[in-house]
């Protein structure tokens, strides 16, 4: 394989992970854009996409179409449990202690999920074979074509929700004003465990297109939830659109780091990137100080 080949195998790797992270990156900025906080459950999200994934599909051997909508729904039903149970009774809690929550909320479906599926790795069959596809020089799987096309629709449909439906609109007046959408009859609790339940079901999308070629296990989700973090935070949080780009940034950077320096030091490669946009941009690449909470797609 040539050098320009070895390039271009470690950048389409790259925007394939990248993907995921842009997708976890769009379930934080729901979730902020609506109550202000950080969900740091969100990795679990994902991982219980993947996870429930293969109890559907593997065992119960339902067929991968419904299996995919089922486990979906199933996840964004524990998304918007865990609102209510954790969120919803609350009155005029702090955001510090709205992430705390978050936080004990994660540690609590990674020991459930460890509980019922142990600490064993799973894999999903890929949707559409394993034959690699040739690609200037370059394999890529059909499975990233699966992420790619997945990513993309969920891009699409978030914006038109957005832009076009009442409860969209209505998710959107909470982002730029909470007590303004309170004071014209918006049921600002509402829009928060809807937002919930979208992140959530966004998450579980994501874990099950990903769990196919990464696998995934009970423990999967906190880096996840790293890497979504560092891209929702990269693109500007509150802009999924830049959150997305920042997720290929993020996994390009990775799988270069990981090709031409080492594996172990991909995680630390990232992340550094990272610090130094902060450093020098703060609110992001595509964020401002004074607008994040009110950007969209």
């Known amino acids: ?74 996840v964004a039903a524990v998304g918007g449990l865990f609102e209510r149970l954790a969120i919803h009774p609350l009155k005029n809690p702090t955001v510090l202690i709205l992430i705390i929550i978050t936080v004990a909320g994660s540690i609590l479906m990674k020991g459930i999920a460890m509980f019922i599926w142990g600490k064993e790795t799973f894999q ?6 394993e034959e690699p596809i040739l690609f200037f020089g370059a394999s890529l799987l059909p499975q990233t074509l699966w992420i790619l096309g997945i ?20 998710m ?18 509402k829009m928060v465990f809807l937002s919930f339940a979208l992140s959530a079901a966004i998450g579980a999308a994501a874990g099950i297109v990903i769990t196919p070629i990464a696998l995934m296990d009970y423990d999967r989700g906190a880096m996840l939830a790293l890497k979504g973090f560092g891209a929702a935070v990269l693109g500007g949080l509150g802009n999924s659109g830049g959150a997305v780009v920042a997720g290929f940034m993020i996994g390009i950077l990775e799988c270069l780091g990981a090709g031409f320096i080492s594996s172990g030091y991909k995680d ?3 992340l550094f990137v990272l ?23």
Request: charged fraction near 10%.
């Open 172 to 189: 959107r007046a909470c982002a730029a004003n909470r007590t303004a959408a309170q004071l014209v009859g918006i049921d600002v609790r």
């Open 151 to 170: 990513t993309a629709g969920i891009v699409l449909l978030l914006g038109l929700f957005f832009r076009y439906t009442l409860t969209g609109k209505a």
């Open 275 to 297: 610090l130094i946009v902060l450093f020098v941009r703060p609110s992001g690449i595509f964020g401002s100080a004074e607008t994040a909470r009110l950007k969209d797609f």
């Open 268 to 270: 630390a490669i990232a």
């Open 1 to 74: 394989m040539t050098l320009a080949s070895q390039i271009l195998q470690y950048i389409l790797s790259g925007i394939n992970i990248g993907s995921i992270y842009g997708l976890v990156a769009i379930g934080f900025n729901i979730i902020y854009n609506t109550t202000g906080i950080i969900n740091l459950a969100q990795g679990e999200f994902v991982m219980l996409g993947g996870m429930i994934m293969v109890s559907l599909h593997v065992g119960a051997h339902i067929p991968m179409l419904p299996a995919f909508f089922l486990t979906v729904i199933l």
């Open 124 to 129: 999903l069959p890929h949707f559409s074979g």
